[in-house]
């Protein structure tokens, strides 16, 4: 039998509960799960987002996971990159991108060297973008309160 490689990518920054729980799932749906840290110049480049947590900080959290087995640090934003260095067979990633037309971009792809994608429900209570604004309200309000 075929070893099953799982691969889950993410900036895991601010991390949560949904984070937590795609890779649990996905170890569940392998023998080997490695963790992508997407790096926090191509967090810059392809978000407009600047990480809390520096990347060496973030790779170090996820790799203490007990279910994660490796990291892989994203470096560039071609995930067949990540799967030349990795040699992942199953990609796992959020429902939010299923149909959809990167999501099926995505798939194709894959599918060309033999990887499957495999989507896991969003954990839409609970997102990176919704603390980030939390985050953001909450130093706002500090500082109105602080000059007043």
């Not at 480049?45 to 490796?70: C, L």
Request: glycine share 8%; proline share 2%; aromatic share 10%.
């Amino acid at each position: 039998m075929t070893q099953r490689i799982g691969y889950a990518a993410g900036a895991f920054d601010v991390f949560h509960i949904g984070h937590l729980q795609i890779l649990r799932r996905a170890r569940e749906h392998c023998d080997i799960l490695i963790a992508g840290v997407v790096s926090d110049e191509m967090l810059l480049r392809t978000k407009g987002i600047s990480s809390f947590i520096p990347t060496d900080e973030r790779a170090e959290i996820v790799r203490h996971i007990d279910f994660v087995d490796d990291v892989h640090i994203e470096r560039v934003p071609d995930k067949l990159d990540a799967w030349r260095h990795v040699g992942f067979t199953h990609f796992f990633k959020g429902d939010d991108w299923r149909d959809t037309d990167r999501g099926r971009k995505l798939e194709r792809r894959f599918a060309r060297v033999g990887v499957e994608v495999v989507y896991f429900p969003y954990t839409a209570h609970t997102s990176s973008t919704q603390l980030r604004r939390a985050l953001a309200a909450a130093a706002d309000g500090g500082r109105v309160a602080a000059s007043a």
